[in-house]
């Protein structure tokens, strides 16, 4: 079995949702509510799930991973 190779996305539609993910783990401190913290870690956790979902559908194209994004 041959091992995924990393790829950059193809499609404008993979860059703006790692442009999401990525905006928002750092959103908190850009806009400045760091300080309520339910509001951060929603934040972060959803980015970085936005981030890895993406990632899986660069290395693994299925179409119910274009779904859950």
Not at 19 to 45: H, K, M, N, V
Not at 52 to 67: C, G, I, L, S, T
Request: net charge negative; proline share 6%.
């Amino acid at each position: 079995m041959a091992a995924p190779q990393f790829s950059l996305p193809k499609h404008w539609e993979d860059w703006c949702a790692w442009l999401l993910g990525f905006w928002l783990c750092i959103s908190p401190w850009l806009l400045g509510f760091d300080l309520e913290p339910t509001a951060t870690r929603t934040a972060i956790i959803t980015g970085i799930v936005i981030v890895f979902v993406e990632r899986m559908a660069v290395y693994f194209y299925r179409a119910w991973e274009e779904w859950i994004n």
